[in-house]
């Protein structure tokens, strides 16, 4: 107590009940703020484990080239875009477009084809030499494939052959054989106009080859140029003969202008047309009344009279035949 009487309270401190409860009290707030620390960095792991990309993902990562993804889509794409193009039936056309961009850019450049020289041509024009070989307006000297245009040009039955040069960088050169037209080609009914080996250059005959020699048969197209070499040899025969016919693929009958027919043999040809030939200049056999002549047996002529010339001649028959007197047996 004080000099008043009071209770004076002690300035010491905290006894040992009030550390330790201050100590107990510390020790939990820590103990919770580890414990919530560890919570946390379980949980944080555990979502670093799961959110790692899987191991082919990392080798990926790791061992490809920087935008290799990209790159893969790019073909994928490309891949895409071809096949709705093949399955789409577009392949010529994208490759005539894809042609067409690149000649455009050629001819920008200074590449366009500006002369065009074309030698050789009697029946085929400028223009149609020019489309035959494939070569346009758009086409570019850079691009235009020579040995293509050459056997395009080749191809066609009028050309027996072709050179393409480029001289660059504007200019095209040509130069073609032409077949020449020889005969007219008569097969069930159809006309072709035909070269002399034989392969036919036009499928109609147009007016300008009217005058050329008529063949008709299977085969005749083959044949035809030692045939019409050899009956030229003989002048008058030639000169009123409308055709030649090849029969069974192994001889030759003349038809005519006249409408005679005259039967060749198989062999020795060249003597049968010179002994018709000798006939009509001494006998006028073609100027008489006959239908056909049979050649085919090498030791004899047989002369087939027409309707009139027979019934004629048997009238002229009956008139010299001894008239019976009565009374004869």
């Known amino acids: 107590m004080d000099r008043g ?61 920087r935008r290799a993804g990209m790159m893969a ?28 961009a690149r000649n455009a850019l050629a001819n920008s450049a200074g590449f366009r084809i500006t002369t065009v020289a074309i030698g050789g041509r009697k029946q085929l024009s400028q223009d149609e030499v020019l489309a035959i070989g494939g070569v346009s307006g758009r086409s570019s000297l850079l691009f235009l494939d020579a040995a293509s245009v050459r056997e395009k040009l080749k191809a066609n039955p009028w ?65 035809a140029r030692e045939f019409l070499a050899l009956l030229a040899r003989y002048p008058r025969v030639n000169s009123l003969t409308r055709a030649a016919v090849y029969v069974g693929e192994r ?38 009344d006959i239908v056909a002549v049979d050649m085919r047996l090498p030791d004899r002529l047989t002369v087939q009279l027409s309707e009139d010339a027979a019934k004629a001649r048997e009238e002229q028959f009956k008139d010299k035949k001894p008239k019976k007197k009565v009374g004869d047996a």
Do not use: C, M
């Open 159 to 223: 050309i027996s052959e072709a050179t393409v040069l480029k001289l660059y960088p504007d200019q095209l050169k040509i130069d073609i054989v032409e077949r020449s037209a020889f005969a007219i080609w008569q097969l069930d009914g159809r006309l072709s106009v035909i070269s002399d080996d034989g392969a036919v250059l036009e499928s109609y005959v147009s007016q300008r080859f009217l005058s050329l020699p008529l063949v008709v048969g299977k085969g005749a197209q083959a044949h």
């Open 73 to 100: 889509t790019l073909a994928l794409f490309v891949s895409a875009a071809g096949l709705g193009i093949v399955k789409g039936g577009h392949v010529e056309k994208f490759f005539t477009s894809l042609g067409e």
């Open 5 to 65: 009487g009071r209770l004076v309270r002690s300035n010491r401190s905290p006894g040992p009940r009030t550390d330790l409860k201050a100590a107990a009290i510390g020790a939990g707030v820590l103990l919770r703020e580890w414990l919530a620390g560890k919570r946390v960095t379980s949980s944080a792991r555990r979502i670093e484990r799961t959110e790692q990309p899987p191991r082919l993902v990392s080798f990926l990562e790791r061992h490809l080239p």
């Open 251 to 288: 001889r030759w009958n003349l038809r005519l202008k006249d409408g005679l027919d005259i039967k060749l043999p198989e062999n020795d040809v060249g003597n049968a047309l010179a002994t018709l030939s000798t006939l009509d200049r001494d006998e006028h056999l073609f100027s008489r």
